[in-house]
């Protein structure tokens, strides 16, 4: 029984790490990336889908722009640039927006996404609808 107690603890503490956590990336690649730009709101786009990344950092601002071929999807935050890294291989499962409270649990050298927002792009070009 005492085994059993220990799994689900160990689940448990993975499951509020990874809660913790702006971003998951994994070892393979995935089909989707999820998005939580808040607490509520959830979003999947297909890796299919993906056209390009931007990574831009300026005076101490990171930005992260992934355009795909109906969002485009703005990063913004801390350490982005793993970030970047893990979308040329497509193994970026999630990214989501860091609550405030949860700042100081983040690790040292780990990405911090502290705003991310999500534009529909028009049909006649690349632009966000408004």
């Not at 799994?7 to 509020?16: L, V």
């Not at 831009?56 to 109906?70: P, T």
Request: with cysteine; hydrophobic share 40%; glycine share 4%.
């Amino acid at each position: 029984m005492s085994s059993l107690k220990e799994a689900i603890a160990a689940r448990r503490t993975t499951e509020s790490a990874i809660n913790a956590s702006s971003f998951a990336a994994d070892a393979v690649p995935r089909p989707f990336l999820q998005i939580e730009p808040g607490a509520c709101e959830r979003w999947l786009l297909a890796w299919s889908q993906f056209i390009s990344a931007r990574y831009d950092e300026r005076a101490g601002q990171e930005e992260l722009i992934l355009q795909f071929a109906e969002h485009e999807v703005i990063v913004h935050g801390r350490r982005l640039a793993r970030l970047f890294a893990d979308t040329k291989s497509t193994c970026l499962s999630c990214i989501r927006q860091q609550p405030q409270p949860d700042m100081a649990a983040v690790s040292d050298g780990e990405p911090v996404v502290t705003a991310v927002q999500i534009h529909a792009l028009s049909r006649s070009g690349r632009t966000p609808e408004t």
